[in-house]
Nanobody, 123 residues
Framework: QLVESGGGTVQAGGSLRLSCAAS????????MGWFRQAPGKEREFVAV????????TYADSVKGRFTISRDNAKNTVSLQMNSLKPEDTAVYSC??????????????????WGQGTQVTVSS
């Protein structure tokens, strides 16, 4: 299972750090991704990190503002979000990807999902 935490409400320009903790099984050998879904919109890719942490990919909309990282010793993945904008408001979910892809960006490649955590950025 994957459990996200760290969501909340912040003013534009502020920062939040999301965490995703795995339990029941280890996800240290697969890529881990963050996705988000705003009301009335489809789920979209945010960031992904390879199993070793050596490769990352970001959506253009968050590049330079968000940083994904992982701690395989603790079986956790984090998303540091800086310079937040109102358009970043969404439910953020972490997900575990497949063994055979390095940094997948398509949500259809992901097998395990957390329940999500709400991030609200006020203007």
């Amino acid at each position: 299972q994957l459990v996200e935490s760290g969501g909340g409400t912040v003013q534009a320009g502020g920062s939040l750090r999301l965490s995703c903790a795995a339990s029941g099984r280890t996800f240290t050998t697969v890529p881990m991704g963050w996705f988000r879904q705003a009301p009335g919109k489809e789920r979209e890719f945010v960031a992904v990190i390879s199993w070793s942490g050596g490769a990352t990919t970001y959506a253009d909309s968050v590049k330079g503002r968000f940083t994904i990282s992982r701690d395989n010793a603790k079986n956790t993945v984090s998303l540091q979000m800086n310079s937040l904008k109102p358009e970043d408001t969404a439910v953020y979910s972490c997900a575990a990807g497949p063994y055979d892809k390095l940094v997948p960006v398509d949500d259809r490649d992901y097998d395990y999902w957390g329940q999500g955590t709400q991030v609200t950025v006020s203007s």
